[in-house]
């Protein structure tokens, strides 16, 4: 693939390893969990890690993308694959409107408001009726793929999951390697100067938003037919800080870093349940000890000392 | 060659630690219960590890090692998110080999659970949830539902207080679906009675803590009832505020749920007076007591509540069932377990003897109490005076109302 | 009695009242979020956990050790200000030197794992904390009945909050301070010692988070969960005034509280997200917020 280097080729062959061979080993939904949770991350680090914005408002993306597939496949009974793309449509089209507004503000401002646009969007999602309010959309029907294959059986939608999200996962790979992709770095290193070279910053900046929303309301609505359930819990404003924590941990600005992230917490998430508050209070030792210790994550930190781009 | 070899050991050094993790097959003579429940938010104190240690307080009483097969507990905490307790059912069902998942607090999440229950065919005991759609259009034939639900709260506490003279309410409601649930079908009952409702505030939950403005608000209607369709801290909040502002001088306050615990945080001095409907209290008779006693040497902090209680009389009941129909059937299928409970009666030493009707209601008596003042209150936990007692067939929605598929029209 | 948009006048009153006592938690929590941004650099998302605490010190100095409310007020700011040294010293005086980012997540772990760790140990039902007897009691005021010990809070938060302003503003210490924000290394050659000047406002900082905890710790119940139902809440509070503005803070602490107090009276379902509109609508005009300079 053209702009990898070989110890890329070589994770991604062992990624698509893994994602193939990990259904036998382990629980296969919690492995769908996982990727979900990986594309959606995958999606967020697009902005944090190459454009160098931290939106604080993604779970807005990821819930609009769940409600809007859950919905459409139960009351309108649609086929799993239109669900699932009207669910990134719809993300993309509110990340259309929020961006808009947003990237006239950086840093911290930034942040901020894509904050209170998603506390808007919570607000909505718990007022409007089609959202089920707090039951959420419950016993949605998974379907038959292209109306043909039925996904009841867990691994029959784990390929569908696994297929979604390699396509996720190689399309936004291939935007940070593309020449557009350059732009966007050279955006996050110096702003005014690639204004002065003639770049319009703002729309690629729009751009790249956009992508990046389409993306987590794709990862929302897969993981909203895998469970059959879509709730608050998607687009409640502590999914926006899960999301910051699994690309932080797994290391921000690297194209393996969200997958790793995602894959830890959800594991720790499953693993700590029995253990009640001790989840929150692990989780915040891990953000602590990623900021005071290896600030570019487990495989930024790996990527360093084997001297990788990964 | 060497650093590829590399990436994919840290890759695999990852994933080990997952795949190690213990793939529990449950043997033929292990049962294994499943306790999911809050055991970090506003409702741990509801239910949480106390609701455990009542679930191993029964394993205790029954001895199943006599009875030739031995019980397990796990316990996992759903934060009160739907998608996390029905992802963690899933679990247990696909890969531990839970049979049957008992407690599950919050509405919305004892909803999503008994689904995945009905789906695995699975034994499921609600306890926590409030919501009557558990045995209404929601029914399933796995489900049983133990210790009190929104239509008994609303008929006991809310029919109790129109009868001594309050007739014009004003509602304070959790804006989730306990609380409409609990506001409407309160709302029946005043109006039913020739009460009317004069307005209601419903504010956002979970994040509300001061109430003073709708409290406010309430008093400018003139009504003579508040009533507070919430439950566990925020009720425990809006009667503090409601005295600060000095409600309670023109107002009585329907604390529609309201469980043993939330008194104890309140304090009887604060508490005192208020009206509540609760199935069960340490207090009530001389077999209560005695498991209380045997339950709080578990939990020195707490004394059970109608949840808890629950916890441990369904378990028991559970296990009876099993016992009676064979561990290996009642593993192979969790409807059958469910219809042979339903066919025995229950006998424990927390509600007696009751009756599980064919929607899964289980008939257990309801209390109306008064909190004690802290003048009569002689003990540490002697905090209720019994009212009324309604019998559990009248304390119930009738069968005909709840629109069960499960019931023949 | 009249009516305004259909509500009675006095209910009005009696809500904008409410909104003030309110605006006065906002105003004392942002101010200290203000004073330690605008010295450190550091957006203390822990703030609200600093809160809690406060008035869970309160409620161990009461059951534990007897003190009343009175010596607790005193008491328990100095307490968390102790432990906020510590954690300036240990933890914060790291992050000096990175991205903004850093200090949000790092404190944003401290918070989830102080309100674990006390959640634990405390549970979620709340701890019962009796309003002191000199306080209790209420005065009507003819269009409602105010309860003495909310009016005392909203005195003691105007006191706090201009008292603090003045502190910065008009003395000796406080000008040290602005100067050592504006150019630290200046400050230094003057001979004073920043590095301590820096732990003594994150303390203070913390030390007023703690304050307003123990002025809460009767109204609302001593709860675990009680500071992250105000952190963002007060965030917003925050960039509307203009972050890092001592005089913006109070000013839209109290602003905020009115309007979320009229908020509840019209359409109460709203009210947690009405400040949130404001903010996008102040942020997309003022980019500094109302009282900040633009960067």
């Given amino acids: 693939m053209r702009g990898t280097n070989s110890s890329q080729a070589v994770a991604f062959a062992v990624l698509i390893a893994l994602v193939i061979v990990s259904p036998s080993v382990l629980y296969p939904v919690f492995v769908m969990k996982v990727l979900c949770f990986a594309l959606f991350a995958a999606a967020f680090n697009l902005l944090i890690g190459y454009v160098g914005l931290l939106s604080f408002g993604h779970a807005a993306f990821f819930g609009l993308g769940a409600y809007v597939t859950a919905w459409t496949a139960k009351t309108w009974g649609l086929t799993p694959e239109i669900a699932i793309l009207l669910g990134g449509i719809s993300g993309a089209a509110l990340g259309t409107v929020f961006g808009w507004l947003a990237i006239r503000r950086q840093g911290l401002y930034f942040a901020m408001i894509t904050l209170a646009l998603a506390q808007m969007v919570y607000f909505f999602c718990v007022e409007a009726p089609f959202t089920g309010g707090e039951d959420g959309i419950q016993q949605v029907p998974r379907g038959k793929l292209f109306g043909a294959l039925s996904l009841a059986n867990d691994m029959a939608i784990y390929w569908v999951v696994a297929v979604i999200f390699l396509i996720g996962f190689f399309l936004l790979n291939r935007t940070v390697h593309s020449p557009f992709g350059q732009v966007m770095k050279a955006i996050r290193e110096n702003e005014p100067r690639a204004t002065s070279l003639g770049y319009r910053t703002d729309s690629y900046k729009l751009i790249a938003f956009i992508l990046s929303t389409f993306i987590a309301g794709i990862a929302g609505g897969t993981k909203s037919l895998v469970f059959g359930i879509a709730t608050l819990t998607d687009v409640h404003w502590s999914m926006s800080g899960e999301v910051v924590l699994m690309t932080l941990l797994g290391g921000l600005g690297t194209i393996f870093g969200p997958v790793m992230g995602a894959l830890v917490v959800t594991a720790m998430e499953n693993y700590l349940a029995p253990f009640g508050a001790w989840v929150t209070v692990t989780q915040g030792l891990i953000f602590i000890a990623c900021v005071l210790a290896f600030r570019r994550g487990i495989v930024g930190e790996i990527a360093a000392r084997l001297k990788l781009a990964l | 060659m060497q650093i590829s070899r590399r990436t994919l050991l840290g890759a695999t050094a990852a994933i080990i630690p997952l795949a190690a993790a213990p793939r529990a097959r449950a043997t033929d003579s292990v049962i294994k219960i499943g306790v999911l429940n809050d055991q970090s938010g506003p409702y741990r104190d509801v239910s949480g590890l106390n609701s455990v240690a009542c679930v191993k307080q029964a394993i205790q009483d029954f001895g199943a090692s006599s009875k030739g097969f031995s019980v397990e507990v796990l316990s996992a905490d759903h934060q009160n998110k739907p998608d996390v307790g029905a992802g963690i059912a899933r679990q247990w069902f696909d890969r531990d080999g839970v049979d049957m998942i008992i407690d599950v607090p919050t509405s919305s999440v004892g909803l999503a659970v008994a689904s995945v229950c009905r789906e695995k065919n699975r034994a499921y005991i609600n306890v926590g949830a409030g919501t009557a759609e558990l045995t209404g259009k929601q029914c399933a034939p796995t489900t049983i539902h133990w210790a009190y639900d929104t239509w008994m709260l609303a008929h006991s506490t809310g029919g109790a207080t129109v009868k001594a003279g309050g007739d014009s309410w004003y509602f304070l409601t959790a804006d989730y679906v306990f609380g409409h649930d609990l506001e409407r079908q309160t709302s029946g009952f005043v109006t039913a009675a020739g009460g009317k409702v004069l307005g209601s505030s419903t504010y956002p939950f979970p994040s509300t803590t001061d109430f003073s403005s709708y409290l406010l608000q309430a008093q400018a209607t003139g009504a003579k009832v508040l009533g507070l369709a919430n439950a566990g801290a925020d009720t425990v909040n809006s009667i503090k505020q409601a005295h600060e502002f000095g409600l309670t001088s023109k107002m009585r306050i329907a604390a529609l749920l309201m469980f043993i615990t939330d008194v104890h945080a309140l304090g009887l001095e604060t508490g005192q007076g208020l009206v509540l409907t609760e199935s069960f209290y340490w207090n009530l008779n001389a077999k209560t007591r005695a498991l209380s006693m045997r339950i709080k040497e578990k939990t020195p902090n707490n004394m059970p509540n109608m949840v808890q209680a629950g916890c441990y009389a369904g378990s028991l009941h559970y296990m009876k069932a099993v016992a009676d129909m064979g561990v290996a059937a009642a593993k192979a299928s969790g409807a059958a377990t469910i219809a042979r409970m339903k066919a025995m009666p229950t006998e424990d030493d927390a509600f007696g003897t009751c009756h599980i009707r064919e929607d899964g209601r289980v008939l257990v008596p309801a209390y109306l109490f008064e909190v004690k003042t802290p003048a009569e209150s002689k003990e540490p936990w002697d905090y209720y005076k019994l009212l009324i007692t309604t019998p559990g067939d009248q304390a119930f929605r009738p069968l005909k109302d709840g629109n069960c598929p499960l019931i023949p029209a | ?295």
């Fill in chain 3, 1 to 295: 009695m009249f009516s305004i948009f259909g509500v009675p006048a006095p209910l009005l009153f009696g809500q904008l009242l409410l909104g003030l006592i309110n605006g006065g938690f906002y105003a004392m929590l942002s101010l200290g979020l203000a004073v330690i941004f605008g010295m450190l650099n550091i957006i203390n998302f822990a703030h609200g956990a600093m809160f809690m605490m406060g008035a869970f010190v309160a409620w161990m100095l009461l059951n534990y050790l007897g003190v009343n409310y009175w010596f607790a007020l005193i008491l328990t700011p100095l307490i968390v200000g102790l432990f906020g040294v510590v954690l300036e010293k240990t933890v914060i005086s790291r992050l000096y030197k990175l991205d903004h980012l850093y200090g949000l997540l790092l404190t944003f772990g401290l918070a989830l794992v102080i309100e674990g760790l006390f959640r634990n140990e405390y549970g979620s039902s709340g701890m019962p904390y009796q309003i002191p007897t000199l306080l209790s009691g209420a005065v009507n005021l003819g269009f409602m009945f105010l309860p003495v010990y909310r009016g005392w809070v909203i005195v003691a938060a105007l006191v706090v909050c201009l008292a603090t302003w003045g502190l910065i503003e008009k003395t000796k210490l406080g000008s040290l301070l602005r100067a050592a924000t504006e150019n630290p290394a200046l400050v230094q050659a003057f001979g004073v010692n920043v590095p301590r000047l820096v732990t003594l406002t994150f303390a203070g900082g913390v030390a007023l988070a703690a304050f307003a905890g123990v002025l809460a710790a009767p109204i609302y119940s001593v709860n675990p969960n009680m500071g992250s139902n105000f952190i963002n809440t007060v965030f917003a509070v925050v960039v509307i005034g203009g972050m890092g503005s001592i005089f913006g803070a109070i000013v839209s602490g109290f602003g905020l509280g009115v309007i979320e107090g009229l908020t509840k009276v019209f359409y109460p379902q709203a009210s947690d997200t009405v400040i949130f509109v404001v903010m996008v609508l102040v942020l997309l005009t003022r980019p500094a917020g109302l009282f900040g300079k633009a960067a």
